[in-house]
Antibody, heavy 121, light 110 residues
Framework: EVQLVESGGGLVQPGGSLRLSCAAS????????MTWVRQAPGKGLEWVST????????YYADSVKGRFTISRDNSKNTLYLQMNSLRADDTAVYYC??????????????WGQGTIVTVSS | QSALTQPASMSASPGQSITISCTGT?????????VSWYQHHPGKAPRLMIY???NRPSGVSNRFSGSKSGNTASLTISGLQAEDEADYYC??????????FGGGTKLTVL
């Protein structure tokens, strides 16, 4: 079964850092763009960042630009999200999602179950 | 980038049809056909229901259909079933090479 499994979430103080990982299995990871989407408590889905397949072009929401970095290791079938200068409003469930294509069309056909990030003192 | 506008909640009875709207701007919905719809049951992973405005992924019931008129995209669910009760989100590609989601619509099947 095609699968994405996130890890790395947890409790962090404001201003701190966290790195999320997303392990992919049973599909050719390197062929597809990958994306992070988050959902704050009681709120809707929010697109965070996308990285294309091999050339690694990256795109960010204004709310995280300059603080978050998306990356991928195609040899390990793993997607990452490095989150720095975390704020309380970054508290959310973070999902990784597979794009249908190699470029960011915005149709995410496979999703992980999410990892919870809580930013609080 | 402002979120796309969706009704916060809608309700209908089993067997009825319902249409959820998603309003954007010329920089997103009106400018591209890269509109997707997701079904999200709380505590579970979101599920892609419609992509590229009108296309259904394999395994999605043909009771779900998508359309667009100007800056408003729509998701229509016909023959409502209890299992359709969920949150629904639209999303669109934007002129800034980013994505934007709608605020979400909570669908209740009475």
């Amino acid at each position: 079964e095609v699968q994405l499994v996130e890890s790395g979430g947890g409790l962090v103080q404001p201003g701190g850092s966290l790195r999320l990982s997303c392990a992919a299995s049973r599909f050719t990871f390197s062929r597809y763009a990958m994306t992070w989407v988050r959902q704050a408590p009681g709120k809707g889905l929010e697109w965070v960042s996308t990285i294309t397949d091999n050339n690694g072009s990256t795109y960010y929401a204004d709310s995280v630009k300059g603080r978050f970095t998306i990356s991928r290791d195609n040899s390990k079938n793993t997607l990452y999200l490095q989150m720095n200068s975390l704020r309380a409003d970054d508290t959310a469930v973070y999902y990784c999602a597979k794009d249908r294509l190699s470029v960011p069309e915005g149709a995410y056909d496979i999703w992980g179950q999410g990892t919870i990030v809580t930013v609080s003192s | 980038q402002s979120a796309l506008t969706q009704p916060a909640s809608m309700s209908a009875s089993p067997g009825q049809s319902i249409t959820i709207s998603c309003t954007g701007t010329s920089s997103d919905v009106d400018g591209y056909n890269y509109v997707s719809w997701y079904q999200h049951h709380p505590g579970k992973a979101p599920r892609l229901m419609i992509y590229d405005l009108i296309n259904r992924p394999s395994g999605v019931s043909n009771r779900f259909s998508g359309s667009k008129s100007g800056n408003t995209a729509s998701l229509t669910i016909s023959g409502l079933q209890a299992e359709d009760e969920a949150d629904y989100y639209c999303s669109s590609y934007t002129s800034s090479n980013t994505q934007v989601f709608g605020g979400g619509t909570k669908l209740t099947v009475l």
